[in-house]
Antibody, heavy 120, light 113 residues
Framework: EVQILETGGGLVKPGGSLRLSCATS????????MNWVRQAPGKGLEWVAQ??????????YYAESLEGRVTISRDDSKSSVYLQVSSLRAEDTAIYYC???????????WGQGASVTVSS | DIVMTQSPSSLAVSAGETVTINCKSS????????????LAWYQQKPGQSPKLLIY???TRESGVPDRFIGSGSGTDFTLTISSVQAEDLANYYC?????????FGAGTKLELK
């Protein structure tokens, strides 16, 4: 069974940083690109970042709205992906979902999400 | 970035009705190598994570009921739900995965009339 579990959410002060972790199991992690997608309260889905697999040289991509403040990384030995977000703002308040996809397929598995609240 | 324009933003329906949700992309999502459209539809119920319904514009994900039908090509796509059931009340999003960033439509909220 495919499992994706995000951790590391919580309450953070404006200007602070946060590192989200995503642990996976039940599939060959090395075959997949991993993504973070977020959803602000009552709003739609926003793609945040992607890291490709070894075959694609671990290339990373970021949403323009967050570029410079986010870093995505992965540890294939732990089947895990991470998202570091800095200089947090109130508008970063959201549920952050970890998802997988391949080059030719969409996001077919999602975690339950990690809630991040940015407030003083 | 490819812009995805989804309509309507909300839809009130009665059980048993057929509904149509539209999604338009700012550029073609048709890949010439595989001759496929890289368009997906997701369903998100309150308090849950999104769930993949349709990929390659018209292929149902395993386990998705056949009342969910995806169609379209190029820049214009449609999700049709025939004979809506109470369990279908949710938000629906289209997404293109032709190019990075993999942009989403703004969503359509399906409500009970």
């Amino acid at each position: 069974e495919v499992q994706i579990l995000e951790t590391g959410g919580g309450l953070v002060k404006p200007g602070g940083s946060l590192r989200l972790s995503c642990a996976t199991s039940g599939f060959n992690f090395n075959d997949y690109f991993m993504n973070w997608v977020r959803q602000a309260p009552g709003k739609g889905l926003e793609w945040v970042a992607q890291i490709r697999n070894k075959n694609y040289n671990y290339a990373t991509y970021y949403a323009e709205s967050l570029e410079g403040r986010v870093t995505i990384s992965r540890d294939d030995s732990k089947s895990s992906v991470y998202l570091q977000v800095s200089s947090l703002r109130a508008e970063d308040t959201a549920i952050y979902y970890c998802t997988r996809r391949t080059i030719a397929a969409p996001m077919d598995a999602w975690g339950q999400g990690a809630s991040v609240t940015v407030s003083s | 970035d490819i812009v995805m324009t989804q309509s309507p933003s909300s839809l009130a329906v009665s059980a048993g009705e057929t509904v149509t949700i539209n999604c338009k992309s700012s550029q073609s999502l048709f890949g010439s190598v595989r001759q496929k459209n890289y368009l997906a539809w997701y369903q998100q119920k309150p308090g849950q994570s999104p769930k993949l319904l349709i990929y390659l514009a018209s292929t149902r994900e395993s386990g998705v009921p056949d009342r969910f039908i995806g169609s379209g090509s190029g820049t214009d796509f449609t999700l049709t739900i025939s004979s809506v059931q109470a369990e279908d009340l949710a938000n629906y999003y289209c997404q293109q995965y032709y190019d990075t960033p993999n942009t989403f439509g703004a969503g359509t909220k399906l409500e009970l009339k």
